[in-house]
């Protein structure tokens, strides 16, 4: 019961290849986000789901597709991998209190050759 | 649009206390956050101010002015552990956070 994970932990895969990214959280929570981290620029949104069946974009959509079949689930594809996608991505999920957090996963380290 | 700035890098002494501030400007505000995050890590949850003031939790302190657009976070007796990124966010719409990028702390000996 690890709460909110990723896998895989660790990908190298090359450019113009569909790669998807998984993030599995057993609270129950509604809400779930997908970031990226890059130096010099931080956390950043890419795309959030308030309930299965509802995704919406974030600050950084571009090149990226998600799904939310199930409440648990929330898979982050990249369609056709571009170095610029190299990155750390991290999933999080939420009860939708404002005074709550959100809990992170631990990373996926996604390299793009 | 979302505007949130914080320093860089701070260096501290073990024993001491810093300060890290943020200041944002926001449209739409519904709490800031400090998160922790050591490196190679996922960030944690540090704490939330939604009203002015300041909150205290162990070490560790949050002060929020919503006229001024700022939050200082307080680390007291400092540990080397305490070496870490730590981030501002700030809360809007949607149940959405958009993050500092955040300040690096080294606490030395």
């Known amino acids: 019961d690890a709460g909110i994970t990723q896998s895989p932990r660790y990908k190298i895969t090359e450019t113009g290849r569909q790669v998807t990214l998984m993030c599995h959280q057993t609270?129950?929570?509604?809400?779930m986000f997908w970031y990226r981290q890059d130096l010099g620029h931080g956390l950043r949104l890419i795309y959030y789901s308030a309930a299965a069946d509802i995704t919406d974009k974030g600050e950084v959509p571009d090149g990226y597709v998600v799904s939310r079949s199930k409440t648990e689930n929330f898979p982050l594809t990249l369609e056709s991998a571009t170095r610029s996608q190299t990155s750390v991505y991290f999933c999080a999920s939420s009860s939708g209190n404002l005074e709550e957090t959100q809990y992170f996963g631990p990373g996926t380290r996604l390299l793009v050759l | 649009g979302q505007n949130i700035d914080q320093p860089t890098e701070m260096t501290a002494t073990e024993g001491a206390i810093v300060q890290i501030n943020c200041t944002y400007q926001t449209s739409g505000f519904n709490g800031l956050f400090w998160y922790q995050q050591h490196a190679g890590e996922a960030p944690t949850f540090l704490s939330y101010n939604v009203l002015d003031g300041l909150e205290e939790k162990g070490r560790f302190s949050s002060f929020l002015s919503r006229s001024k657009g700022y939050s200082y976070l307080l680390l007291k007796e400092l540990q080397m552990k305490d070496s870490a990124s730590y981030l501002c966010a700030v809360g809007a719409g949607s149940y959405q956070l958009t993050f500092g990028k955040g300040t690096k702390l080294s606490v030395i000996p």
């Open positions: 609270w129950s929570h509604s809400y």
